[in-house]
């Protein structure tokens, strides 16, 4: 199959056979470079994922409100974006459970992405804010982040909070080859510069919002 994109969408494979079908399938696409996974998916899908995901060409992953149903499908999903060759680009949209951001963590280190992006990315407590940042200042390739939307304050103040704390965070900052919402940063210091901006720009878009919102309910009556 010549197949390059591929979305996924709440995929519930019955049975643990028909997730390794499924997964056997992507291996065998030689020219699949774009995989969305989108909302549900199950445990069974999450294991065969990790089994064989060296064997998977995808360059760019996009995870969109995805949805892992137990700690271990986590950490299996997330040992899977370890394992992947070629993968250099990954997205997470819409909220991500605490248990992913745990597992990205552990794992950060071995996972080699040199773009990533949070589109409107929600966590759903402080401490999978505190994870989730920790494994950005992990990542050993990341060079170009995007935090696209609105980012909650908690992850604003963690990411604000650790960027300045941890020894040796966002490595390639420091040697010049690091891009924040598409642009270039000098050094850490620039980079930690920028953060109050996108609290206030967190700070303008829910104002926006409110305003969108008290007008379309004004224009109801």
């Not at 773009?115 to 929600?122: E, M, P, Q, R, S």
């Not at 598409?182 to 953060?195: E, I, R, Y």
């Amino acid at each position: 199959m010549q197949v390059q994109t591929l979305n996924l969408y709440d995929v519930e494979c019955p049975t643990p056979a028909s997730s390794h079908h499924l997964v056997e399938s992507l291996c065998s696409m030689p020219n699949l470079t774009n995989l969305t996974l989108v909302r549900k998916i199950n445990d069974e899908l999450c294991s065969a994922l990790k089994a064989k995901a060296s064997s998977i060409k995808v360059q760019t992953l996009k995870l969109d409100y995805v949805e892992c149903p137990t700690q271990a499908s986590s950490q299996h999903l997330v040992e899977a974006l370890c394992s992947l060759p070629n993968l250099t680009n990954l997205t997470l949209k819409w909220k991500i459970n605490d248990e992913l951001c745990f597992a990205l963590k552990a794992k950060a280190s071995s996972i080699q992405v040199q773009t990533l992006k949070l589109d409107y990315v929600k966590c759903p407590t402080q401490a999978s804010s505190q994870h989730l940042v920790e494994a950005l200042c992990s990542l050993p390739n990341l060079t170009n982040l995007t935090l696209k939307w609105k980012i909650n304050d908690e992850l604003c103040f963690a990411l604000k909070a650790k960027a300045s704390s941890i020894q040796d965070c966002f490595p390639q900052i420091r040697k010049g080859n690091f891009r924040f919402n598409g642009v270039a940063q000098d050094d850490l210091n620039s980079f930690l510069h920028t953060l109050p901006y996108l609290e206030w720009f967190n700070d303008v878009n829910c104002s926006s919002d409110s305003a969108n919102l008290g007008n379309s309910n004004g224009s109801d009556n």
